[in-house]
């Protein structure tokens, strides 16, 4: 068994989050515990196995025990109701994952099994994961059981994005926030596990770990466990190598940076992805550097480069950050750091940059006060309207696909599912910047069934094949239009044009209709 399961808390005292567990201590000896708890925090932080100690505390056979005025509130972890609650089997405590029970139906039937009392324990646990997955009208289904739940029921309701469930959801329920656990909370966590395993290594070597685990509890058993696999031998020497699996100093790289050394940098960043590092994790160790760099600036902590100034730092963080949001979607892994490093080396002399026009340059963080004022002085506002340029701009954002890339969209749906074009019908693109596309949907259930299968996987692998590569698709509700877009202009034209296969996107025929009302409601 891995570590992080062999080592997962079992008693309040388990939890290695101080704050987290000081809050529950005091409310399960206030003898009122809440019917519905809401644990909000990052993954790996403990929030389920949280929710689990407490299913096992109002359902634990054991008697109180009352000592110096106080009730000591940790499960037995011997009766047969802490056992099965630990090995999962109890009936009575239900574990959800919201993300594949997030629809209307899935509430109905949960309503439903709530009302039935518990089959032998004191109390029904719903702990419901990933809350924030479930649709508005989901929500709303459950928004009632939650003001007045049965009297045999608890729901604990665990998610990663709280501000993502309703106001009202969040009002009824007691939350208990989960943050990222410090270093010292990991190595609390960490010596746990290196005593029951009876691990020889120090607290500096486990202060390192904690340091890369960042913040999960869940994390930094993976990477103990993964240390005591790969090394025998747990010395600051070896833990540092095993860290940088070979990687040379990230200084020279900042180096080669510094003095624009384009093809010394690339070989730096291919040299350090043979050796065997993730792409993700070595950006994050280029990004983590520039940010130490940046703070001591403004006399936080030591820099760790101290080669470039203010601005340079900002421009640099920023061309690394969004090359950090852009290897998820690479198809080469380690592209977008590359395309970084090319940005900042050739900048000046590459193409657009080179000949960059007055609006690009102003935007320019590494601009300096004599060029900028260069470039005031250069404008004309007699030939130049503003407010037209500022339209055209939020026009260019907005409508980042044009109308033919969006027919062609619908087009390549069409002959796969006619229920999915037509949902997309009450859709349009407000924004896209080359990783993600943001719909607009007009109404909640068009927006429901497009997040669901086989819609959303059918919307995905087309827009993947009119792109070429894979696109993130968020759905958000979004304002009828009131009057006719351009986009909607085009729809007609194309629809009023040739009435061929080719060309016509819905047909008016009966038993198209049918057949998607028949696919939509099922």
Not at 70 to 93: A, H, M, Q, W
């Amino acid at each position: 068994m891995t570590f992080y399961l062999k080592y997962r808390p079992q008693r309040l005292n388990d939890l290695d989050s101080e704050r987290v567990r000081e809050s529950l201590i005091k409310i399960i000896r206030s003898k009122n515990i809440p019917h519905a708890f809401l644990f909000s925090g990052p993954k790996g932080i403990g929030k389920t196995s949280a929710a689990r100690i407490l299913a096992k505390i109002v359902n634990c056979e054991s008697k109180t025990r009352k000592i110096r005025g106080k009730y000591l509130v940790e499960p037995c972890n011997r009766c047969s109701f802490c056992k099965s609650i630990t090995n999962g089997t109890n009936i009575d405590v239900i574990e959800l994952d919201a993300a594949s029970h997030r629809g209307i139906d899935d509430v109905r039937a949960l309503k439903d099994a709530v009302k039935l009392s518990p089959a032998s324990a004191k109390m029904k646990v719903y702990i419901i994961d990933e809350a924030h997955m479930l649709t508005l009208e989901a929500s709303n289904a459950l928004l009632k059981t939650l003001e007045e739940p049965p009297s045999h029921v608890m729901f604990i309701l665990a998610t990663t994005n709280p501000e993502k469930l309703i106001p009202t959801i969040r009002s009824r329920a007691v939350t208990i926030p989960f943050k990222k656990a410090t270093d010292e909370e990991i190595l609390r966590s960490l010596q746990r596990i290196t005593k029951g395993e009876k691990i020889k290594i120090e607290d500096e070597q486990l202060l390192q770990i904690a340091e890369a685990a960042d913040g999960s509890f869940r994390d930094a058993a993976k990477i103990l466990e993964q240390v005591v696999t790969e090394l025998k031998i747990y010395d600051e020497k070896r833990i540092n190598e095993f860290f940088n699996k070979g990687i040379s100093s990230v200084n020279i790289f900042f180096e080669y940076l510094f003095d624009k050394k384009t093809r010394e940098a690339l070989n730096w960043l291919e040299q350090s992805i043979e050796s065997g590092i993730n792409a993700d994790k070595l950006g994050q160790s280029i990004l983590g550097s520039l940010q130490t760099s940046l703070k001591a600036k403004y006399q936080i902590g030591e820099d760790p480069i101290a080669l470039f100034d203010k601005s340079e730092l900002v421009y640099l963080i920023k061309l690394f950050n969004n090359a950090l949001k852009d290897i998820a979607y690479s198809a080469i892994e380690h592209l977008p750091l590359e395309i970084a490093v090319i940005e900042w080396c050739e900048r000046g002399t590459l193409g657009n940059i080179a000949t960059k026009t007055n609006v690009d340059k102003k935007n320019d963080p590494l601009l300096s006060i004599n060029e900028e004022n260069e470039l005031k002085s250069n404008i004309k506002p007699n030939k130049i309207n503003t407010k037209k340029i500022n339209k055209l701009k939020t026009r260019i954002k907005v409508n980042s696909i044009s109308e033919e890339v969006w027919l062609k969209i619908l087009k390549e749906i069409r002959p796969k599912n006619t229920s999915t074009e037509a949902l997309l019908r009450a859709a349009k693109p407000i924004d896209f910047d080359g990783n993600t596309l943001t719909l607009g949907v007009f109404y909640s259930f068009h927006k429901e069934h497009l997040e669901g299968n086989p819609h959303r996987d059918l919307l995905r692998d087309a827009v993947k094949e009119v792109f070429g590569n894979p696109v993130k698709i968020i759905c958000r509700l979004s304002p009828i239009p009131q009057n006719k877009s351009s986009d909607e202009v085009i729809l007609e034209e194309v629809e009023n044009s040739e009435n061929t296969s080719d060309s016509v996107l819905t047909e008016d025929n009966d038993q198209d209709i049918i057949k998607i009302a028949k696919d939509i409601f099922s």
